[in-house]
């Protein structure tokens, strides 16, 4: 009699699956309270710092507070879950996962699960101290800068991962950062409006899925009701989001060599 061993499905995702690896990181996640003290506390504290930073410019404030909102959970989730997904490479959890029916779109989508649910803790939190405590103002309601601030929360996760597997120590998932986040910072809009931008930075901005991220928020901080561009730059992110997955799964190693 033969014995076969499982091997990772693919193509096919599976519910069940998901959403056992999504509790086993939401988990990992309540029992690391320095990864969410820097989650929850680190966005706190540095939007603290841009009100001080802004007192007695109120418009400069709101406007440079209502774009930290949607930065700061994608450079933080990119940080946090691409040192996390190396954690699984070389601690051997990914050998032993694939030795089940997993495939690696079910682990990648589990994770930007796991850490959309954080990140929509973050951003909620982070969304409440900055209207209640901070004084930010915006035409439009505080529920579309949450649902912004997780989509590039979504995005960290995403670009993350995707990163992840040509890094093979946490060094080098960090040294991912002036590659990959901070030029889409830079041409985000909070520095220079895009377009007040040369315009060969302003096309560069215009394919960061970052930027777009910014553009719907500040659609928000400008109109009362949901806009047309708002949508728009919403939906790029959301399609980024799931093009950065499949990628992801793509390059996907089951170890560090």
């Known amino acids: ?17 998901m959403g056992g690896t999504t509790l086993r990181v939401l988990g990992q996640l ?65 050998e ?26 973050q951003a909620s939190v982070a969304t409440t101290v900055a209207y209640w405590l901070l004084g930010l103002e915006t035409e439009g309601g505080g529920f579309f800068v949450v649902l912004i601030a997780v989509g590039n929360a979504l995005l960290g996760v995403g670009l993350g991962l995707l990163c992840s ?26 520095f220079v409006p895009r377009p007040a931008m040369a315009g060969w930075l302003e096309g560069l901005s215009n394919v960061m899925p970052l930027a777009h991220g910014v553009e719907a928020l500040q659609e928000v901080g400008m109109h009362a009701s949901a806009t047309a561009d708002m949508w728009r730059g919403f939906g790029v992110v959301v399609g980024c989001v799931l093009l950065a997955l499949t990628l992801a799964a793509g390059t996907l190693r089951r170890r560090t060599e």
Do not use: C, W
Request: net charge positive; charged share 15%.
């Open 165 to 190: 597997a040509f890094a093979r120590t946490e060094f080098q998932a960090v040294q991912f950062l002036p590659i990959v986040v901070l030029p889409q910072i830079l041409l985000s809009g909070l």
């Open 1 to 17: 009699m033969s014995t076969r061993q499982s091997t990772p499905r693919g193509g096919v995702l599976s519910p069940r699956l």
């Open 96 to 121: 032993r996962l694939f030795t089940t029916p997993m495939g690696k779109l079910d682990l990648l989508f589990a994770y930007g699960l796991a850490f959309g649910l954080a990140a929509t803790v």
């Open 30 to 94: 309540r029992h690391d309270r320095r990864s969410m003290g820097l989650l929850i506390g680190a966005p706190l504290l540095l939007l603290t710092l841009v009100y001080f930073m802004f007192d007695g410019n109120d418009m400069l404030r709101d406007r440079v507070l209502l774009i930290m909102l949607g930065i700061f959970p994608f450079l933080l989730m990119f940080l946090v879950t691409s040192i996390a997904m190396l954690r699984e490479r070389t601690s051997g959890t990914l």
